[in-house]
């Protein structure tokens, strides 16, 4: 880091970091082929980030499932309980964040549940919250993803989530 300050002009900043190795890979090394794939089951992708929202649903797609979005929980919660939506297109899996506007993770889980409706829910979020893992867990959720997950969890978490169905 380099501070150069002239009085009455300002301060400037210069900051120089070591350039990124050719050797070295930023993105998820794990080819596909070392990833389960889905058999083109449902799921309902709850994300208030649309950019994330977006590699989401790219990522899954490219796994082989069928991906549903909603903006927040108060939609997904309107998608899941319209009886001629869900006969149409039964979701087998949520995928849902936790913090959200109008009805974050949490309470999208807590209101299916005492509706009876027991579609399995991965939740996921940037902020830790290894506290409250084990309580969710007592609530019905299924599994957790830390956020962004990367193609490798993403398609354990999810191929698990989903083999406890069968």
């Given at each position: 880091?380099?501070?150069?300050?002239?009085?009455?002009?300002?301060?400037?900043f210069s900051i120089y970091l070591?350039?990124?190795?050719?050797?070295?890979?930023?993105?998820?090394?794990?080819?596909?082929?070392?990833?389960?794939?889905?058999?083109?089951?449902?799921?309902?992708?709850?994300?208030?980030?649309?950019?994330?929202?977006?590699?989401?649903?790219?990522?899954?797609?490219?796994?082989?499932?069928?991906?549903?979005?909603?903006?927040?929980g108060a939609e997904a919660f309107?998608?899941?309980?319209?009886?001629?939506?869900?006969?149409?297109?039964?979701?087998?899996?949520?995928?849902?964040?936790?913090?959200?506007?109008?009805?974050?993770?949490?309470a999208l889980l807590k209101v299916?549940?005492?509706?009876?409706?027991?579609?399995?829910?991965?939740?996921?979020?940037?902020?830790?919250?290894?506290?409250?893992?084990?309580?969710?867990?007592?609530?019905?959720?299924?599994?957790?993803?830390?956020?962004?997950?990367?193609?490798?969890?993403?398609?354990?978490?999810?191929?698990?989530?989903?083999?406890?169905?069968?």
């Amino acid at each position: 880091i380099v501070v150069t300050s002239e009085p009455g002009i300002g301060t400037a900043f210069s900051i120089y970091l070591p350039a990124l190795s050719l050797g070295v890979t930023a993105v998820d090394p794990a080819p596909l082929a070392d990833v389960p794939r889905g058999q083109g089951q449902s799921i309902l992708l709850v994300e208030d980030e649309a950019s994330l929202r977006a590699s989401l649903v790219e990522l899954l797609t490219g796994l082989g499932y069928q991906v549903e979005e909603a903006p927040n929980g108060a939609e997904a919660f309107v998608r899941l309980t319209d009886p001629a939506r869900m006969a149409a297109a039964p979701v087998a899996l949520i995928l849902s964040d936790v913090v959200m506007p109008r009805m974050g993770g949490v309470a999208l889980l807590k209101v299916l549940r005492q509706r009876g409706i027991q579609t399995p829910l991965v939740l996921m979020s940037g902020h830790p919250m290894s506290d409250d893992r084990a309580g969710l867990e007592q609530q019905g959720m299924t599994a957790w993803l830390d956020k962004p997950p990367s193609r490798w969890q993403l398609a354990h978490t999810v191929a698990a989530a989903l083999q406890g169905l069968e």
